[in-house]
């Protein structure tokens, strides 16, 4: 995808973090923007600061977990502006602790925003973007799943998370895939990102009273929120600039989208793992000190 002046781009989590970044990449590029969130006033924030940049915005209530309401995103955007050619499938949100430990709202919560989520706008918005092409001479489309460096490793008390956005990146491969083999106008990516301060930390802010936790925390889930958030707020990357090289790669028809491309030694271990028939290795060889601090928090001897 090449121009973007006069196009449609559908964000969801636009209220904040990669979210609002695209949106003022797009507002800056001449793009008219849907964008979706379940964050009511960043919702309404958003939209006032992109029309005060003379950006055409509509901004919509959207808990990406319900088919129905993903729906309702992508009628309101053909309403609106009568065709969609950038769709970013990218709200998200966080749980951790030791993985036999996350409750059955834990796991709804989190595989219904990643996982349905991105499935739901894959499902939904491909289909009428290629309906848009046919009637479109030139038609030019991409679609951006953002899943996360935690799609290609499986960090320790973080399994809850990792699942969901390994499938994603299995998603995303899939339809990059499938748009292939159809010869569709239509790209695909998909965004791994590594600690980015964007608020995702803090994501059970938002978390509806549907998939709540009536118990406290556990000790493995208080200790992995405290390694989250300081982790995601002393990234140096910042969303604005994953979200410049998220552009990049929609321009030049990457797929695999990096935010710390340093980290890509960990995959390549894994994926010696997996080739040689290893056990997984240590996550922690780098850095013991870490291990040694999550088991004394834990009360490992």
Known sequence: MKEFRNKVAVITGGASGFGREFANI???????????????????????????????????????RKAEQVQALADAAMAQFGSVHLVFNNAGVGAGGLVWENSIADWEWVLGVNLWGVVHGVRIFTPLMLECAKREPGYEGHIVNTASMAGLLNAPTMGIYNVSK??????????????????????????????????????????????????????????????????????????????????????????????????????????????????PS?????????REMLQAQLGVK
């Open 166 to 279: 390994h499938a994603v990146v299995s998603l995303s491969e899939s339809l990059f895939h499938d748009l292939q083999l159809i010869k569709a106008p239509i790209g695909a990516s998909v965004l791994c990102p590594y600690f980015v301060p964007t608020g995702i930390n803090q994501s059970h802010r938002n978390r509806p009273d549907d998939v709540k936790n009536e118990q406290a925390p556990t000790a493995s889930q208080v200790v992995a929120q405290a390694v989250s958030d300081k982790a995601v707020t002393s990234g140096k990357v910042t969303a604005a600039q994953v979200a410049e090289r998220t552009f990049d790669a929609i321009r030049e028809g990457r797929f695999y989208i990096y935010s710390h491309p340093h980290a890509l030694g960990n995959v390549q271990t894994r994926m010696e793992d997996i080739i040689l028939q290893r056990n």
């Open 26 to 64: 797009g507002a800056r590029l001449g793009m008219k923007l849907v964008l979706a969130d379940v964050h009511q006033e960043g919702l309404d924030k958003a939209r006032a600061e992109l029309e005060a940049q003379v950006a055409q915005v509509i901004a919509l209530r959207c808990d990406v």
């Open 282 to 290: 240590d996550p922690y060889a780098a850095a013991p000190q870490i």
